[in-house]
């Protein structure tokens, strides 16, 4: 069964750039989380789906981030503008549902860097 | 609110030693609690988790964690530490709804 499949692995912008992430999650999860990582830091919740609807955007900054999840399976996240502020590991995660006992299933993200 | 703290940013253990990693957490509620591991340019994969019951859990690759609430903690150990179990470890507290409050992390090194 093939995991979560994040793209590009690696992306570097200069900053005042747009840049999009894309993510694929296990099929059939219908939880899917974008969870931000900076440097020396463990990941922050930045928006979770529940099939097509987000149910918890409070902590993506609305200003210049977006994201979505048409048909509710995979992903797009988007930032623009870009500032250097944003570098980091942008980390994709998806469940089978949003119980609390649900595994969450990480891909191995995408690292940005803001020039 | 809730958080968790890892208090060792950095660890270093010989091959074959045995290995206990903190971690402490504040949460109102019984908590559902868990410890990753994040190898260099992968994904986090997670060890081993507790909801309920027996407040020793096993996980894989020969990892335990002891809930305790009276000192509401979730330490993560291992016997015998092996050179491929360095890596970053990650413990978490489910903060409702499934959303995952992870502490800093702690960086595993291993001497041979």
């Known amino acids: 069964e093939a995991g979560v499949v994040q793209s590009p692995r690696y992306k570097i912008i200069e900053k005042k750039q747009p840049v999009a992430f894309w993510c694929n999650p296990i099929s059939g999860h219908n939880t899917l989380y974008w969870y931000l990582q900076n440097l020396g830091q463990g990941p922050e919740l930045l928006i979770r789906?529940?099939?097509?609807?987000?149910?918890?955007d409070s902590q993506l900054p609305k200003d210049r981030f977006s994201a979505e999840r048409l048909k509710g399976v995979d992903s797009t996240l988007k930032i623009q503008p870009a500032e250097l502020g944003d570098s980091a590991v942008y980390l994709c995660?998806?469940?089978?549902?949003?119980?609390?006992?649900?595994?969450?299933?990480f891909g191995p993200g995408t690292r940005l860097t803001v020039l | 609110a809730q958080s968790v703290t890892q208090p060792d940013i950095h660890i270093t253990v010989s091959e074959g030693a045995s290995l206990e990693l903190r971690c402490n957490y504040s949460y109102g509620a019984t908590p559902y609690l868990f410890w990753y591991v994040q190898s260099p340019g992968q994904g986090l994969q997670l060890l081993l988790k507790?909801?309920?019951?027996?407040?020793l859990v096993q996980g894989i690759k020969g990892f335990e964690a002891e809930f305790k609430r009276s000192q509401s903690s979730f330490n993560l150990r291992k016997p015998s530490v092996h050179w491929s179990d360095a890596a970053e470890y990650f413990c978490?507290?489910?903060?409702?709804?499934?959303?995952?409050?992870f502490g800093a992390g702690t960086r595993l090194a291993v001497h041979p």
């Open positions: 995660a998806s469940s089978l549902e949003a119980g609390g006992s649900n595994e969450q299933f």
């Open positions: 507790y909801f309920s019951g027996d407040t």
């Open positions: 789906y529940e099939n097509e609807e987000a149910v918890d």
């Open positions: 978490a507290v489910n903060g409702g709804y499934n959303k995952l409050i």
